[in-house]
């Protein structure tokens, strides 16, 4: 009988905590605004994927750019900077300021979106 009351505690449990993960408690990211979905489609149209990472996905050529807007070291500037005119091993894909832009707004989004990936330091 014990057994049988572990058993329902436990599945009730899960029950509770599937239901909120599956409805609120994935709500904290904002919504991107139309130029962050532009600067989506240009980060995926250019395949930047294929170097760099968000949130550990993607190749390893590149550094990691989950947190290059907040990084002390790093930051916005160095991210403007590296889009404006590539880099020894980025290529210079001659963006427009406007795409430039965009893309800067996207990784702020990625950024400020990447509550769990800031406390586990980046893993």
Known sequence: MNKLWVFA???LTYLSYSSWVYTMGTNRASEMSVR???GKQLYQDYNCQSCHQLFGLGGFLGPELT???SDKN?????AKVLLENGAIRMP???FTPAQVDAI???LKYVDANAFTYKLN???
Do not use: P
């Open 9 to 11: 505690i436990l599945f």
């Open 36 to 38: 962050q979905q532009y």
């Open 67 to 69: 947190t290059v807007i």
């Open 74 to 78: 790093r930051g916005e500037l160095y």
């Open 92 to 94: 210079n894909f001659h």
């Open 104 to 106: 800067l707004d996207y």
């Open 121 to 123: 330091g980046g893993k």
